[in-house]
């Protein structure tokens, strides 16, 4: 099979994901093999490319939202049929038995394990995946607009979760990628009303499109005090703007997997028991209520499709911000 390897990272520009024609195993039991249809591209992907995100292991096949069918079951396996379609995500497995997993936290998990990071993930033609983490898929959605869903917008919906944000409240947005796009339309389903920001004037212009009662660039204040906010943007000093907007009792839940750096900032702004909290991978249980809530709004993802060998550029038109929406790679 075909798969696009990172075996040293490099600056993108370096296009260092290779090309790779790799032998074909069998699912052990547990597992499923499936045949990737489509895998969007994250910024993590980037990040792990480029070396910001360390290597768990070398060489690996980056990708974590990956919608695939199955094409061959592992044994002692009932609840999957050949045929079916399945998603992937980031979180690829959990031990079941620590104190996190067994309090429904299986995102904190230490012995977790992630889709292309620690698992070859679906930047190829075949991925397999543990059973037990494989995501049922909404029939209304084509695999195309699926793979979006799976990291951006699942951990964009836990994000959402972790600053509180209820029906109807104030929420900021800072930062306005492929994740953000989704976490808008859930936000709006809710009756929240939102305020984008974000220094590109065509996404503030998209932002108001989509239902934002402003948009501006990070700096601009808000109107009145924020109840909650999320940031999108990799950027520490984009979460001290958040934290200046934001109401006494609210939270900012910071959507990166790794920031810039955190600058000093003044206690006067945390003070009135606001929180900053991070966002650390998703619960199962994250990902099957945003697909359900995905497929009643219904979520639209925008997206631009490249062949699998052109990850390289992908991620580079990614880190451009030349992709409305996600990049998706077709095999
Ligand atoms: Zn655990
Ligand atoms: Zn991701």
């Given at each position: 099979m075909r798969a696009m390897r990172l075996e040293r990272p490099a600056p993108i520009a370096e296009r260092p994901l290779i090309l790779r024609d790799l032998e074909e195993r069998a699912p052990a039991p547990g597992e499923l093999a499936l045949r990737v249809k489509a895998c969007a591209v994250c910024r993590t992907d980037l990040q792990l490319c480029e070396s910001d995100v360390t290597a768990h292991r070398l060489p690996i096949t980056p990708g974590h939202q990956v919608v695939g069918i199955v094409e061959t079951i592992g044994e002692d396996l009932t609840d999957w049929k050949i045929g079916d379609r399945a998603g992937v995500a980031w979180?690829?497995?959990?031990?079941?038995?620590?104190a996190y997993c067994v309090s429904g936290?299986?995102?904190?998990?230490?012995?977790a394990t992630f889709t292309g990071w620690d698992r070859d993930g679906g930047f190829a033609g075949r991925i397999i995946v543990r059973a037990d983490f494989a995501l049922h898929l909404p029939t209304s959605f084509s695999d195309t607009e699926a793979a979006p869903l799976l990291c951006g917008g699942i951990i964009g919906y836990r994000a959402l979760k972790r600053s509180g944000i209820q029906p109807g409240g104030r929420l900021g947005l800072y930062g306005f990628g492929a994740s953000a796009l989704l976490a808008i339309q859930v936000a709006r389903y809710w009756g929240c009303e939102i305020y984008v920001r974000t220094r590109s004037e065509h996404d503030q212009l998209e932002a108001l499109e989509l239902g934002a009662a402003d948009a501006d660039s990070y700096d601009a204040p808000t109107p009145s005090p924020l109840d909650a906010a999320v940031t999108?943007?990799?950027?520490?000093s984009v979460v001290i703007e958040a934290l200046k907007a934001l109401a006494p009792g609210g939270t900012v839940a910071i959507n990166a997997i790794h920031l810039d750096q955190m600058p000093a900032f003044s206690y006067d702004l945390l003070w009135g028991e606001r929180n900053l909290s991070s966002v650390a991978n998703f619960t199962r249980a994250d990902a099957n209520e945003f697909l359900e809530l995905a497929a009643r709004i219904p979520i639209r993802t925008t997206t631009r499709t490249f062949p699998l060998e052109e990850a390289n550029e992908a991620l580079a038109a990614h880190a451009a911000g030349d992709v409305q929406g996600a990049a998706v790679l077709i095999p």
């Open positions: 979180l690829g497995g959990a031990d079941g038995v620590c936290r299986e995102n904190l998990c230490p012995n999108f943007a990799p950027v520490g």
